[in-house]
């Protein structure tokens, strides 16, 4: 994939924000809260005896460090916090997710010295295929996810359970206009690729080694025609099945393997 070059000027730029509070609950999104931003845990709530100990000690001498208050409580509380999600017996209260701009999921790359890899999200509603995209954007390299402001899930405890706490290291930008977001990327010299399932291009055969951002659709609708105006190719996965599509987190994480596989690299 050759380089795209950057154009000047162009509108004003996407911006990111920050949500309410939120509760992360299970051992895993627990513990990367705190190992990530020990700062933005308000408090810890366990129930005695659920947590096994090398996890319990870990989240509490953690939360002893970063001067966490933690709370024993009865189960139910935290069934209620977790809205009937798998917590494990933790819960942890942290600030509004902190969203990013998209510029500094460009920005990040820059820095790794690293051509950018940017997944960007229309209309996703399933908030288990949204923190299992996360979860494989930070395992395969991507710089960071961009996602919708609106008709779409956002961050919250049970996609940060389905991230494994993927989501306390991967930049997440959050934008008012996906198409708008698009072209943004490509005044910054990204070529963008969609998943599309009548796609002219096999997957096998596409050059994904330069600067890219990978635009995945909602579950059954797929990207809108009004977005893949705004793409330069539209890539297809081969598939031998008679079932026609597959889960949007599992075509991500194909089109993600794929440009780790080609670059040679899928991890930091």
């Not at 996965?237 to 040679?264: D, T």
Request: hydrophobic share 45%; with cysteine; net charge neutral.
């Amino acid at each position: 994939m050759r380089e795209r070059s950057p154009k000047s000027g162009g509108n004003e730029r996407e911006r990111g924000g920050t949500e309410a509070p939120r509760y992360v609950y299970g051992v895993n999104p627990a513990l990367e809260a705190l190992r990530a931003h020990p700062d933005a845990v308000e408090r810890l709530f366990i129930v005695d005896g659920q947590v096994g100990a090398k996890a319990a000690g870990e989240l509490l001498s953690r939360a002893r460090d970063a001067g966490v208050r933690v709370e024993k409580v009865a189960r139910e509380r935290l069934n209620t916090m977790a809205e009937g999600g798998v917590h494990q017996g933790v819960v942890a209260e942290l600030r509004g997710f902190q969203y990013v701009d998209l510029e500094d999921v460009l920005a990040a790359a820059k820095a790794k010295g690293q051509p950018a890899l940017v997944v960007v999200l229309d209309g996703i509603q399933d908030p288990h295929n949204l923190g299992a995209i996360i979860r494989s954007a930070h395992a395969l390299g991507a710089h960071g996810v961009v996602l919708a402001k609106d008709r779409a899930v956002q961050v919250t405890g049970t996609v940060a359970k389905a991230s494994a706490g993927a989501v306390e290291y991967c930049p997440i930008a959050r934008v008012t206009n996906i198409s708008r977001a698009l072209e943004e990327l490509k005044e910054a010299g990204l070529w963008v690729a969609a998943a599309d399932i009548e796609g002219s291009e096999p997957l096998w055969t596409a050059r994904l080694d330069g600067p890219l951002a990978l635009v995945v659709g909602a579950e059954g609708a797929g990207v809108r025609e009004g977005v893949l105006k705004h793409c330069d190719f539209r890539l297809r996965i081969p598939m031998a099945g008679q079932v026609g599509s597959l889960n949007a987190s599992v075509s991500a994480a194909i089109l993600l393997y794929e440009v780790a596989r080609q670059r040679g690299r899928p991890a930091r």
